[in-house]
């Protein structure tokens, strides 16, 4: 393991939208050791589902997969990879366009990409058509002693 | 999810007490499509207080019901948005679409 990744994990599991749920309170869970506040773990969760139902809907349109998520925390930092060997992105600059789905029969309202990118600090798309997706994503922890020393210091001015 | 309806005032209310993601969503869909029909209410009101978690399958579903609602000449209403939810919300512009109002939180 690389060593200057203070912690890791690995979670693979299989492409089923009600695993949705224990994709993103795992991750949230493992997130919890940099002391988040609660909104950015809401946050995190959020990009979480996000990309997880991706892989589930668009990735593997609801054939059987697995879907694969690499955590990382580093520092303040928490790093993600989430990927799928599903049908890949054809046009990746199109798929981060707000409102564009390619499922609206779904009720799908192609806000995905969006969310991740306003809720993370960073995202990255890396797609091969036939082959998969991989979502990279980075958010930094501000923890919550940090916070507190704020809202002290906003005391005491 | 509970289902709340006033006949007097055809007001239909659902209390949303679930994660909405895609996954729940489908049942959440399902379900509120079938009161809406059968009672054609004049008001559909989402009340959103014990929300939990909501991603991007919420917009989709809002959207969705309020076109369904408007083909029986209902209009939809949300109430209660918590922080969390409302981001989602904002984020989507529905909030110019669709209506906020106020109703008691219940416990
Ligand atoms: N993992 C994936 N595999 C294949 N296509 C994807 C994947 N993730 C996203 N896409 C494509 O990008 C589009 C936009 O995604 P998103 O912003 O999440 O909106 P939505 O999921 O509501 O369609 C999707 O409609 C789909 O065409
Ligand atoms: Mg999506």
Redesign the interface.
């Known amino acids: 393991m690389n060593k200057s990744f203070e912690n890791e994990m690995k979670l693979e599991f299989v492409s089923k939208?009600?695993n949705?749920?224990f994709a993103?309170v795992t991750v949230a869970a493992f997130a919890a050791q940099l002391d988040p506040t609660v909104?950015e773990l809401?946050d995190i969760?959020?990009a979480v589902?996000?990309a997880v139902?991706n892989c589930?809907?668009h990735g593997y349109e609801n054939k059987i997969g697995i879907v694969k998520i690499i955590a990382k925390l580093r520092k303040q930092e928490l790093i993600l990879e989430i990927s799928d060997k599903g049908k890949g992105i054809e046009d990746i600059e199109m798929a981060k366009e707000p409102l564009y789905t390619t499922k609206p029969n779904?009720?799908?309202?192609g806000?995905?990409f969006?969310?991740m990118e306003?809720f993370m600090d960073s995202v990255e798309i890396e797609s091969i058509v036939g082959l998969g997706t991989k979502i990279k994503m980075t958010k930094k922890i501000k923890s919550v002693e940090e916070e507190n020393k704020e809202d002290f210091t906003m005391l005491t001015k | 999810m509970e289902t709340f309806f006033d006949e007097k005032n055809k007001l239909l209310i659902f209390r949303m007490n679930e994660?909405i993601?895609?996954?729940k969503?489908?049942e959440i869909?399902r379900r509120a499509d079938n009161e809406i029909q059968r009672y054609m209410p004049k008001r559909v009101i989402f009340d959103f207080d014990k929300v939990s978690?909501m991603?991007?399958?919420g917009?989709?579903?809002i959207?969705?019901r309020y076109k369904f609602a408007n083909l029986i000449g209902g209009k939809v209403e949300l109430a209660n948005l918590t922080?969390?939810v409302r981001k989602?919300f904002d984020?989507?512009g529905i909030l110019k679409l669709i209506p906020e109002t106020e109703i008691e939180q219940y416990s």
């Open positions: 939208s009600s949705e749920s993103r909104e809401a969760k959020t589902s996000e139902t589930i809907i779904l009720e799908r309202s806000m995905g969006t969310i306003s | 994660e993601d895609d996954y969503v489908q869909r978690f991603d991007s399958a917009i989709g579903l959207i969705g922080n969390s989602i984020m989507s």
